[in-house]
């Protein structure tokens, strides 16, 4: 079992960064993949932003390759979503995501809001 909760959304201007971080809790973090998902407002689809996997292995979304950047912190049990150069359309509600074992755990979400 690993719980996950976000933290660090809010509103930016466009250009502007922000840094999501994904708390988690359990003793299979560190072997588990985590994923940041995006839902888009009025939405229904989650998208998947970025991966990081056990090893730090990372794998980014067209749409975001390049300005953002993820990470983990294993002893910390966290995870660190850097994103710059925002835009209009990055807005959205973002969630991390663990997986193990085939398992997936969510966490509740932290919305961001790029302005113009």
């Known amino acids: 079992q690993v719980q996950l909760v976000e933290s660090g959304g809010g509103v930016v201007q466009a250009g502007g960064s922000l840094r999501l971080s994904c708390a988690a809790s359990?003793?299979?973090?560190?072997?588990?993949?985590i994923d940041w998902y995006r839902q888009a407002p009025g939405k229904q689809q989650r998208n998947l932003v970025a991966t990081i996997s056990s090893s730090g292995r990372t794998i980014y979304a067209d749409s975001v390759k390049g300005r953002f950047a993820l990470s983990r912190d294993n002893a910390k049990s966290m995870v660190y979503l850097q994103m710059n150069s925002l835009e209009l359309e990055d807005t959205a509600v973002y969630y991390c995501r663990a997986v193990y074992a085939g398992n997936a755990f969510w966490g509740q979400g932290t919305p961001v809001t790029v302005s113009s």
């Open positions: 359990g003793s299979t973090f560190s072997m588990s993949s």
